[in-house]
């Protein structure tokens, strides 16, 4: 368990804000949207529009919306252009030194570092591509949800455990974007940490996934997150995942006073 009052001590200028006294989420630390939203506004050379963005054909669009009604996530392996991915890797490599480490066994049970999203990645994911992509899956307007977004570090030992993102009404839909795998064995281990692992609506009790989707660079995994548990396996030595995480909210759906959740 990582308390509040631990994580300010140990960043005391880190702009993110713990809810209550302890960690109850996973992307519950919030940034002061503020501030947030100035960054967003004056990104420049590093919007999407500067970058040929996303790429997928209407057969990957039609595989991710099969998936999607049959287990409730899916992907678009290569998605990002790589102009924009190594854009992204760059700007998460600078973040790096501002993750917070996070540790919590009951409950939810996860360990990664975490901070905010930076400009080219809240740049995309609150861009007219996303936004697009996301209508073209759930023909409606879903929005982002900032403040409980994020950009995840997975080294050796981390996990993220069983789980739907919360809260429900700010993450209808869920986004990861990997910039980053490292580490795979070939073949690949059955322990490996570089998959998601989706089951059903029904909170799993030991059985098999549904569904495996492999964590490769360049992917973006789109899911029914807050509805469909889903977990991320311990990282085996030597194996590395960095992504971005994205709630999102129905258009219509009002901001929720408190924010604190799991993502
Ligand atoms: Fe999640």
């Not at 880190?14 to 967003?40: D, K, P, Y």
């Not at 403040?147 to 009404?169: K, N, V």
């Not at 998601?196 to 789109?222: F, N």
Request: proline share 7%.
């Amino acid at each position: 368990m990582v308390h509040a009052d631990r994580l300010r001590a140990n960043c005391p200028n880190e702009a993110w804000q713990v809810h209550n006294t302890s960690i109850r989420g996973f992307c519950m630390l919030r940034t002061n949207s503020i501030s947030h939203a100035a960054m967003i506004s004056t990104s420049h050379s590093n919007e999407p529009g500067s970058h040929p963005g996303l790429l997928y054909s209407p057969a990957d669009l039609a595989r991710l919306r099969a998936d999607i009604q049959q287990y409730g996530f899916g992907d678009l392996p290569g998605a990002l252009s790589p102009g924009l991915l190594e854009a992204l890797q760059r700007e998460a490599e600078s973040r790096l030194g501002l993750a917070l480490f996070a540790e919590q066994s009951t409950d939810l049970s996860y360990r990664a570092r975490l901070t905010s999203l930076g400009t080219t990645a809240a740049a995309l994911l609150n861009g007219p591509e996303a936004r697009a992509l996301l209508r073209a899956v759930f023909a409606e307007e879903l929005t982002l949800s900032e403040s409980i977004s994020c950009l995840t570090f997975y080294g050796e030992g981390d996990y993220l455990g069983a789980h739907l993102d919360q809260p429900a009404a700010d993450c209808a839909v869920t986004i990861l974007v990997y910039l980053a795998a490292r580490g795979a064995m070939s073949p690949p281990s059955p322990d490996t940490g570089l998959v998601l692992r989706v089951y059903s609506a029904q909170k799993p009790q030991g059985e098999d996934a549904r569904l495996i989707i492999p964590t490769r660079p360049g992917a973006i995994v789109v899911g029914r997150g807050s509805r469909v548990w889903h977990e991320r396996p311990q990282l085996l030595p030597g194996e590395q995942v960095v992504a971005l995480t994205g709630c999102y909210r129905r258009s219509d759906s009002p901001v929720a006073p408190v924010q604190s959740g799991v993502a």
